[in-house]
């Protein structure tokens, strides 16, 4: 439950038998003994809830102009994720295809949205089912714009995708798993580089301004208002084309535009690509270097960094290739993303994955090990799909009931996390 607190009228006697205003979690004199009830008001409320009673509301989150219970709500407390009062771990999975068109197991292009494997004839339900056997209790979804609009006619059992996410979402949470939504891209056309970030000219998304993703942004924070396993949105999938100075004024807007929407839930926010300054090479999405000295303007109870990580099978680095590989890959990590663990920030890990074969089974065992030795207590691992095109998915045949049982070996430790 989310309520405005403002009290008025107990502020204005504050002021005048003290002239202290209460902000954030100091308290500082006023400037002048004329200074308005209203703008006092607006100023101890900044961070804090207010009751009728003139004190501060213990359990209360101050998000906006909402004040949130934190027992009816996500929220992030000393960098750890708390569910309505209990501390939680995610043990997540992506499966894609609602983000865009796909390949089936023929090579055909599909020219729809569609969630992957359910060309199979397998059941959504089924798939959701293996996912909780398998140990995880968490999906991250992506999905693109057109997933968003009712008039986009689903290709499986349900008239429209809006409807498919509705019954993913019901389903989900009957069986006590979470839901990130994904905003993963401009369009559902746009592929790999031609979704370097909202409003980026020269690109595919030139024509997706920033007014259309905060409203799209603002449809999923509605969605989420039915639905009490989704766990939060995040802002857009890998924006490369951006500095962290554009990325941070964006995502600050569009937080707000998410919480203002709904401040029960988290938002997730993911790091650049190469622009920036890292002394290291980064994957799109991995770049939090300057996260912590600009940081965005959104409340941290309701931050989760998200970075994605990708080792030899995506990409050839150059600090694959030296003598010292895989022992040199923590300090890399620490200073892409890992050090704001140790500031007091929340981390989860949006996507990491491989083939898990040679070079990338050495990255895949050394990464699961960073998360277990950083304390990383939050993962989506990229991907279910079978058709994940240069990872590989946990399902290994065209039908998508084989296991990848050596990947399954690897997030053991994960998965069994308590």
């Not at 204005?12 to 006092?40: K, W």
């Not at 349900?158 to 369009?187: R, W």
Request: aromatic share 12%; net charge negative; with cysteine.
């Amino acid at each position: 439950m989310y309520t405005d607190w403002f009290g008025a009228i107990m502020i204005r006697a504050l002021i005048a038998s003290t002239c202290f205003v209460v902000f954030a979690a100091s308290t500082y004199a006023c400037r002048h003994q004329g200074a308005s009830a209203d703008q006092a008001a607006i100023a101890s409320t900044s961070s804090s809830c207010i009751g009728s009673d003139g004190r501060i509301k213990t359990g209360y989150d101050r998000i906006g102009s909402h004040c949130v219970d934190r027992a009816e709500s996500f929220y992030v407390q000393g960098g750890e994720i708390y569910n309505r009062g209990k501390k939680i771990l995610i043990k997540g999975v992506n499966w894609f295809g609602l983000e865009g068109a796909s390949l089936d197991p023929s090579g055909q292009t599909h020219t729809h949205i569609k969630l992957g494997g359910l060309w199979t004839g397998r059941s959504m339900e089924s798939f959701v089912d293996d996912m909780a056997a398998l140990g995880f209790n968490a999906w991250r979804i992506p999905l693109s714009p057109e997933a968003l609009d009712p008039a986009t006619a689903a290709f499986d059992t349900f008239a429209t995708i809006p409807q498919e996410i509705e019954h993913f979402l019901s389903y989900t949470e009957s069986k006590g798993m979470l839901v990130l939504l994904d905003l993963h891209n401009c369009g559902k056309d746009h592929y790999f580089k031609d979704k370097p970030g909202p409003g980026v000219s020269g690109s595919g998304c030139a024509t997706y301004t920033e007014d259309k993703w905060k409203k799209d942004l603002k449809a999923l924070a509605t969605i989420a208002k039915a639905h009490p396993n989704v766990i939060g949105i995040d802002l857009f999938n890998e924006p490369f084309g951006l500095s962290w100075t554009d990325w941070l004024g964006m995502t600050s807007r569009a937080a707000d535009a998410v919480l203002q929407t709904n401040p029960t839930i988290l938002v997730f926010m993911e790091g650049v690509g190469s622009i920036g300054t890292s002394s290291t090479a980064v994957f799109w999405g991995e770049n939090l270097f300057e996260a912590a000295t600009n940081v965005p303007n959104i409340p941290q109870s309701r931050l989760v960094f998200s970075p994605h990580v990708y080792g030899p099978s995506v990409s050839k680095q150059s600090y694959f290739s030296v003598a010292g590989f895989p022992t040199n890959m923590p300090a890399i990590w620490d200073e892409h993303f890992g050090y704001l663990k140790n500031q007091g920030y929340c981390l989860a890990i949006g996507e990491f994955g491989g083939k898990y074969v040679d070079q990338d089974k050495i990255w895949g065992d050394t990464f699961v090990a960073y998360i277990q030795n950083r304390k990383l207590d939050h993962f989506f691992y990229w991907a279910m799909n079978q058709n994940a095109e240069d990872t590989g998915g946990l399902y290994t045949d065209t039908n998508w009931k084989a296991l990848n049982q050596e990947k399954l070996n690897m997030l053991r430790p994960l998965l069994e996390r308590k």
